[in-house]
Structure formats: structure tokens, C-alpha cells
């Protein structure tokens, strides 16, 4: 930015003139103090980091209904359907939870205590896995009923099955916006499918796969981030031995986000949306070791659990606002 001075000479068979133009530069933007431009690169980082916490804790759900020695099959996806109106306690997320865990277990929601969406969902997986096991049961912190209504590969019902297959994660369906429009879309952070075989009473080994997708609206200008990542992962299981256990997971994720970036116009440009495409991926890993006490009707569990995770996305130029476009950077982390 500033000003350039430019000095020229005209010469012709009448003489020779000279002069001088000043051409003024204005100083553009710094797109790093733009809330929308920090928006966008903050949103895509977070919701990288959001798919491989969902898919972290959907494999470690799994591996800790294993602990027992049993791998039947579960169902542990969460459905949060909202309806009609915010002011309507029937449509209320929190009171759909109520209502989808049903007897027993609706009294053991507190509404008030369900904030956010985080706590609802993780309440709900550990509901609804106890609902499972049927009338009888008794609390899903006990490994060894975790199970017990569990339907093996073999047919049978709480029996060591070779094969085990099972979901876990939460989708919302139905959901409103701030201004109370109805979006009949789904979304998901993270909900997964796995199969799994066991190799001995010590050994459990398998596989999943994830999907997860996020969309965060930024400033007030109609400014959007959307982002899709499918999920592949390789688990296991070993307990070397009656009361102990070590759990691993190792996988990666391939992302895509679409961003739509409101600029006001500079350089004779009109105000307009800049849109932009990238990819990228995420690898992760996950160990716990820890040990199961039982004293009397007591259950304990003490462990260690490490969690590790890479980001890398790749760089990207908008289209569609002229000067104001930008060209991003590759993301590693």
C-alpha cells in the first residue's frame, strides 16, 4: 500500500513535454483480523478434532462391553428427534431421551442435568445399553450383566459368541435453528459400525467403520462451514489376565469441507460470498490398560487411557469474490 510515482517524457516534431502521475495503492484488509476468516479455520480444525474424538470414544465404548470375556452383538446408537417449537417440552431433545429410554430407565434422566448435546448423547449410549440387557438387570457399570441381552453370532443370548457385531454413536434428526426453522436434515458427530471375532477367552479382534458430519454456521452473515468424515479402524482386546486388561485402536479419516465466507467488496468489487473446497484426513490411536475389582456386589475399574490424533489439511483457493478471495494454507497438526 501507498503511493508510486511514475515520471514520463513525450517527445514529438513540436517539442518534448514531460510529467509525472501518482498512483495510489489502498492498504487491503488483513484477512488474519477478519472474525469471519478466523471462523472458518477454526471451525474446520474443531470439527476435524470433533470426528476423531466421536470415533475414539465409539471404538473404547465397544472394547469396554469386552472386558467381560463376551463379544455379542449391541446396538448402541442414540436417535435424538426434535419437533415443532423450542417452547414445546414434548419436542424438547432432552425429553425425546426421556421418552426413547422409557420405564425405569426415564426416571433416571434428570432434564436439567442434560445442558448440551455432549451430555445428553453420552447419557443416552450409557442408558440405552443398560435398557438392553432387560427388566432384570442391574447397572450398566456391572461388566458382567453388560451383555446379558446381547444376541450372538451363534443365536444364543449372553454366550461367548465368536462374532459380534454392534453400533455406537448418537444422530439428531429434525433439529431447529436459532430462528426456529425446521431443518429436516440429519446429524452426526460420529456413529459407528463394527464387527468383531473372538480368538480365544483372552483375545478379542476387529474392525469398523464411521461416519461422522458437522455444520457450524459463523458470524451473522450467512457465513457456513460443512464438513463430512468417513471413518476405518482395526481394534482389539487382550486380557492377559482374569482382571486385567489391554485395550488398543488404530484408524484414520478421510474429511472433506465446503465453506461459504461473506466478504465485503474491495477494489470496486461488490459485497459477495467466497466458496471454498478442501480435504484432508486424521489418524488416530487409542490405548487403555487398566483392572477390573469386584468385592462383594462392588464393581471397580481403574485405568490409563492414552489418546492421540493428527490433523492435516490440505490448502485451498475461494472463488467467486473477486479481490477478496484467498488463498489458505495447508493445515498439519
Known amino acids: 500500500s501507498g503511493e508510486a510515482v511514475v515520471g514520463f517524457t513525450l517527445s514529438n516534431g513540436a517539442g518534448t513535454t514531460g510529467g509525472t502521475v501518482t498512483v495510489t495503492v489502498e492498504a487491503r484488509p488483513d484477512p488474519g483480523q477478519d ?10 480444525v474443531t470439527s476435524a478434532r470433533r470426528f ?23 446396538n448402541g446408537v442414540s436417535l435424538n428427534v426434535g419437533l415443532g417449537g ?9 425429553e425425546a431421551l426421556r421418552r426413547q429410554l422409557g420405564g425405569r430407565q426415564q426416571d433416571r434422566v434428570d432434564p436439567g442435568a442434560l445442558g ?19 427388566p432384570a438387570a442391574t447397572a450398566a457399570t456391572d461388566p458382567s450383566t453388560r451383555n446379558l441381552g446381547a444376541v450372538g453370532a451363534d443365536g444364543g ?49 476387529g474392525g469398523g467403520l464411521g461416519y461422522g458430519e458437522d ?43 465446503s465453506s461459504r465466507r461473506w466478504t465485503d467488496g ?13 480435504s484432508g484426513d486424521t489418524r488416530f490411536v487409542s490405548a487403555a490398560f487398566g483392572r477390573i475389582v469386584r468385592r462383594d456386589a462392588m464393581v471397580s475399574e481403574y485405568y490409563a487411557r492414552l489418546d492421540a ?25
Open 309 to 333: 490424533r493428527s490433523i492435516s489439511l490440505d490448502g485451498f483457493t475461494e472463488t467467486g469474490a473477486g479481490l477478496s478471495a484467498l488463498t489458505w494454507d495447508a493445515v498439519e497438526q
Open 157 to 205: 443370548t449372553g454366550g461367548r459368541a465368536s462374532l459380534g457385531f454392534w453400533t455406537a454413536g448418537s444422530v439428531d434428526w429434525g433439529r431447529q435453528d436459532a430462528q426456529g426453522q425446521r431443518d429436516y436434515r440429519f446429524t452426526t458427530q460420529g456413529v459407528t459400525a463394527g464387527l468383531d471375532v473372538r480368538l480365544s477367552d483372552q483375545v478379542v479382534i
Open 86 to 94: 423450542e417452547a414445546d417440552s414434548d419436542n424438547d431433545p432432552r
Open 116 to 134: 448440551d448435546d455432549r451430555s445428553r448423547d453420552m447419557l443416552g449410549l450409557d442408558l440405552w445399553a443398560d435398557r438392553r440387557v432387560g
Open 266 to 278: 474491495i477494489g470496486g468489487d461488490p459485497s459477495a460470498y467466497a466458496a471454498g473446497d478442501r
Open 215 to 257: 455444520k457450524t454456521k459463523i458470524g451473522d452473515n450467512g457465513s457456513v462451514s460443512t464438513g463430512h468424515g468417513v471413518t476405518g479402524a482395526l481394534y482389539g482386546s487382550w486380557r492377559p489376565a482374569e482382571a486385567f486388561y489391554i485395550d488398543g485402536v488404530i484408524g484414520w479419516s478421510d474429511l472433506d469441507f
Open 35 to 44: 472474525p469471519e476468516v478466523r471462523g472458518v479455520a477454526t471451525s474446520q
Open 52 to 74: 476423531a474424538d466421536a470415533q475414539i470414544n465409539n471404538f473404547q465404548r465397544r472394547l469396554q462391553d469386552l472386558h467381560d470375556g463376551t463379544n455379542g452383538s449391541s
